[in-house]
């Protein structure tokens, strides 16, 4: 079966400060990655999705970037944490075949202080 | 653009049916439903194809209407398990869009014995 496995549950990070969040997938191949972010009681905006290694679109403007260094792993990073940067972000997978649902992991909760 | 869900927030009593709508102001392709406990990741519910379909999942099913733009999500007899929040993602492209879905604000359910 497949899992997948993001880190770390909780961050608190200072103005700034570098990020990197990271995702993995087990149980399949290829699979297309997205990196969601929430913010609080809002709904889910995506940030960045990749149907392949070193593939990446960005989906909006920020102080974000995202790498597919591995066919099943995702990395979130920023070089300076912004305040409006806060968020509960979510790393998720889906097949490469049209219409298959978003497995989500459990979510980095992130807090810019 | 993002969909609309109405309503914002239901309460109900164990045993009692709701229904969340999800309405887009473009031509639908797909509406995937998903439902998601406080700080927990998002759980896939069902995807709705363009077709006018409808599908069940146990006590929990929704409808979809092409002419309408527009997706209904039916929990009939809820148990307290159905609390959470609720949230339509759309596609208004099939093909390659890559599971790109623009998520609704959310709908916030809550179950009282």
């Known amino acids: 079966s497949q899992t997948i496995h993001q880190w770390p549950a909780t961050l608190v990070q200072p103005v700034g400060s570098p990020l990197s969040l990271e995702c993995t997938v087990e149980?399949?191949?290829?699979?297309?990655l997205y990196w969601y972010r929430q913010a609080a009681g809002r709904g889910l905006q995506l940030l960045f999705y990749?149907?392949?290694?070193?593939?990446i679109s960005s989906e909006v403007p920020q102080n974000l970037s995202a790498s597919r260094p591995q066919d099943r792993q995702f990395i979130l990073s920023s070089k300076k944490l912004l305040l409006s940067d806060s968020g509960f972000y979510l790393c998720?997978?889906?097949?490469?075949?049209?219409?298959?649902?978003?497995?989500f992991g459990n979510g980095t909760r992130l807090t810019v202080t | 653009q993002q969909p609309v869900q109405s309503p914002q927030a239901v309460i109900l009593r164990e045993g009692e049916d709701a229904v969340i709508n999800c309405s887009s102001s473009k031509a639908l392709y797909s509406v995937h439903w998903y439902r998601q406990k406080h700080g927990e990741a998002p759980v896939f519910l069902m995807i709705?194809?363009?077709?006018?379909e409808q599908k069940g999942h146990e006590k929990i099913s929704a409808s979809f209407n092409e002419k309408k733009q527009q997706s209904s999500l039916y929990l009939t007899a809820s148990q307290l398990s159905y609390s959470g929040t609720y949230f339509c993602?759309?596609?208004?492209?099939?093909?390659?869009?890559?599971?790109?879905?623009?998520f609704g604000q959310g709908t916030i359910l809550t179950v009282h014995p």
């Open positions: 149980g399949t191949s290829n699979p297309n």
């Open positions: 993602g759309i596609s208004n492209a099939g093909g390659t869009s890559y599971g790109k879905l623009t």
């Open positions: 998720a997978w889906a097949r490469t075949v049209m219409d298959s649902p978003l497995h």
């Open positions: 990749s149907v392949g290694i070193g593939q």
């Open positions: 709705l194809l363009k077709g006018g």
